[in-house]
Every structure is written in structure tokens, then in C-alpha cells.
């Protein structure tokens, strides 16, 4: 069987309100923080592939009234904020052992993906990697998940993706993969036993 993990959020820790809150002490700012550099679409284009990491710090600059060097230093904090969550690892080698065949399917801004992909040991893991700004797709669109499929060979019927976003594993089942909503390493585990993966 396959076994397709996000990454934010399931293998690496991912809290953007700590992030914001080291932004500023000031609430106001910190919902401009909030609003338009975590949650604008230029994040998304980050993630997608199609916007430089120079362009967006400059543009969340014209449109907070933060400085450039301070949207920078914010930006700058993302990479390294991605730590892995050791249960999570810890379960990925044990599925590995277990003969599964495993793969990564995440939305990640470049910066963020090399980051990690230098700093950590584990990618042996995977027999592949489905990363959104490699490719120009994001998660839930359905481009991705034919992406991943096709570009593996994988059976969807056959795969199960874990992700802890409700809409990526909506669109992932209607491709006709087992979605697992992870909550934690220990919840996470149940459910692939309760699905004959372990």
C-alpha cells in the first residue's frame, strides 16, 4: 500500500500564530501580520511557485507599512520554525519498515523546502516528493493529487494520504484515496491500524 504524508502540520510542527505573535506586541499589528502576509494570496503564490521570495517582501511592505526588513525578518523565521515532530518520523520509519511504499505531497514555498530538505536526515523515507512550488500546484486543487498519481504510478484506491486540513483530504477522496485527518502522531497511528497499515 502507499502512504502519503503532508508535511506542515503532520511531520513538521507548523504554528504561524506563534510566528505572528513574535511579530509585534501590537494586537493591530499583529492582525496585519495575520491578514496580509499569512493569510494573502501572495502566500499562496508563494507556495505555488509563481511569486519570488524578493517580490512578496516587498509587496507585503507597500500593502502593511511594515518595513522591508521587517517583513523580511518575518518571512525569514518560516524555514526554521518547520521542526519535525519526532512521533511523527518515528512512525514514518516503522511504516517503512513495514514494507509501505511512502510519499510527500505538501504546499511549501521554496525557501522552506530547501530549508528542511539541508537540515534533516529522514527523506529516505520517501520513495518520491510531491512539493507545490516544484510543481505549480496547490493543495486542494485537483492538478496536484493527478500530479502525484500519475507521476508514481500509484493506485488511488490503494493510497492513503494524511493531511491535516479537511478540504486537501476532501479532494484527495475524490480521487479515490483513504484520507486520515491528522490530529496527532498517537491518533495518527490508531487510524492507520484501524485500516490494516500496521
Given at each position: 500500500?502507499?502512504?502519503?504524508?503532508?508535511?506542515?502540520?503532520?511531520?513538521?510542527?507548523?504554528?504561524?500564530?506563534?510566528?505572528?505573535?513574535?511579530?509585534?506586541?501590537?494586537?493591530?499589528?499583529?492582525?496585519?501580520?495575520?491578514?496580509?502576509?499569512?493569510?494573502?494570496?501572495?502566500?499562496?503564490?508563494?507556495?505555488?511557485?509563481?511569486?519570488?521570495?524578493?517580490?512578496?517582501?516587498?509587496?507585503?511592505?507597500?500593502?502593511?507599512?511594515?518595513?522591508?526588513?521587517?517583513?523580511?525578518?518575518?518571512?525569514?523565521?518560516?524555514?526554521?520554525?518547520?521542526?519535525?515532530?519526532?512521533?511523527?518520523?518515528?512512525?514514518?520509519?516503522?511504516?517503512?519498515?513495514?514494507?509501505?511504499?511512502?510519499?510527500?505531497?505538501?504546499?511549501?514555498?521554496?525557501?522552506?523546502?530547501?530549508?528542511?530538505?539541508?537540515?534533516?536526515?529522514?527523506?529516505?523515507?520517501?520513495?518520491?516528493?510531491?512539493?507545490?512550488?516544484?510543481?505549480?500546484?496547490?493543495?486542494?486543487?485537483?492538478?496536484?493529487?493527478?500530479?502525484?498519481?500519475?507521476?508514481?504510478?500509484?493506485?488511488?484506491?490503494?493510497?492513503?494520504?494524511?493531511?491535516?486540513?479537511?478540504?486537501?483530504?476532501?479532494?484527495?477522496?475524490?480521487?479515490?484515496?483513504?484520507?486520515?485527518?491528522?490530529?496527532?502522531?498517537?491518533?495518527?497511528?490508531?487510524?492507520?491500524?484501524?485500516?490494516?497499515f500496521l
Amino acid at each position: 500500500m502507499n502512504i502519503v504524508f503532508d508535511l506542515g502540520g503532520v511531520v513538521f510542527s507548523w504554528e504561524p500564530e506563534a510566528l505572528i505573535a513574535r511579530a509585534s506586541a501590537d494586537p493591530m499589528v499583529r492582525a496585519v501580520v495575520r491578514s496580509e502576509i499569512f493569510g494573502h494570496a501572495d502566500w499562496l503564490a508563494l507556495d505555488r511557485g509563481t511569486l519570488s521570495y524578493q517580490d512578496a517582501i516587498a509587496r507585503a511592505a507597500g500593502r502593511t507599512g511594515l518595513t522591508v526588513s521587517q517583513v523580511a525578518e518575518i518571512l525569514g523565521q518560516v524555514p526554521p520554525a518547520l521542526v519535525p515532530i519526532p512521533e511523527t518520523v518515528e512512525l514514518l520509519y516503522r511504516l517503512k519498515a513495514s514494507m509501505h511504499k511512502m510519499f510527500c505531497l505538501s504546499n511549501m514555498a521554496a525557501a522552506s523546502i530547501q530549508h528542511i530538505e539541508k537540515a534533516y536526515s529522514f527523506w529516505d523515507v520517501f520513495e518520491g516528493r510531491v512539493i507545490s512550488c516544484r510543481v505549480h500546484f496547490i493543495k486542494p486543487e485537483p492538478e496536484i493529487y493527478a500530479h502525484l498519481l500519475k507521476r508514481y504510478g500509484l493506485n488511488a484506491a490503494e493510497t492513503v494520504f494524511i493531511d491535516d486540513i479537511e478540504a486537501n483530504l476532501a479532494a484527495a477522496a475524490k480521487w479515490g484515496m483513504q484520507t486520515i485527518k491528522f490530529e496527532d502522531p498517537l491518533q495518527c497511528e490508531d487510524r492507520l491500524k484501524l485500516l490494516g497499515f500496521l
